[in-house]
């Protein structure tokens, strides 16, 4: 009696999307070259060092809540070298790229250098889901909204919208360099004005 066989047509398996090309590479990099890449997303040293020793990620939802648990857990001091790694005069600069009016670069300036004299850190806020040109009356409100809070109070608020900026870059760092791991390679994500996408660098 001779064997069944299937005539059904081959099929191809498919390919990996752009998110699991970026989070294979991500989970099989060097670790010098992660933790630094990691740094880029928050200034934190043990918040870098905890999420790339928990790698390998099975999806990058494990990856940003895993991100998230970290920036929770920082202590006071991690937390204030994770807000002194952000710059102002950065995020300012990032805006007048922008179609943005020298006075209200000016005012913003203002503001952020009243927070700091305030609270003795950075303002952060994240942008995500934000229309660009929404940033500046976003970014203006925050400051002049969270003046008013006490030092303790502050403190949460900039922890969370630290949470918020880790998770957009992070997300980002991934999506960036997808295509070296072998899934299509779409664009590059765009990254809110607050913050820059990390790089991370191809293995030697």
Not at 34 to 39: I, K, R
Not at 98 to 126: D, K, M, N, W
């Amino acid at each position: 009696m001779s064997p069944a066989v299937s005539h059904d047509a081959y099929e191809e398996p498919p390919l990996p999307s752009r998110e699991e090309s970026g989070l294979r590479r991500f989970n099989g990099a060097p670790a010098d070259t992660v933790h630094e890449a990691l740094l880029g997303c928050c200034g934190s040293e043990r918040w870098a060092r905890r999420v790339a020793a928990h790698r390998p990620y099975p999806d990058v939802a494990a990856l940003l809540a895993a991100a998230d648990e970290a920036v929770y857990d920082l202590s006071p001091a991690d937390l204030g070298q994770a807000l002194a790694a952000e710059s102002a005069a950065d995020r300012c600069s990032r805006l007048s790229g922008a179609e943005v009016p020298q006075a209200a670069l000016t005012a913003l300036r203002a503001a952020f250098a009243a927070y700091e004299a305030s609270f003795g850190h950075t303002f952060v806020i994240s942008l995500a889901g934000r229309a660009p040109d929404e940033y500046l009356d976003q970014v203006l409100a925050g400051v002049r909204a969270r003046l008013g809070n006490d030092p303790e109070e502050e403190r949460a608020v900039a922890r969370d919208e630290l949470r918020g900026l880790a998770r957009t870059r992070l997300a980002a760092l991934v999506a960036r360099h997808a295509g070296a791991g072998g899934g299509p390679a779409g664009p590059a994500p765009v990254v809110p004005a607050q913050g820059k996408a990390p790089e991370m660098p191809d293995k030697q």
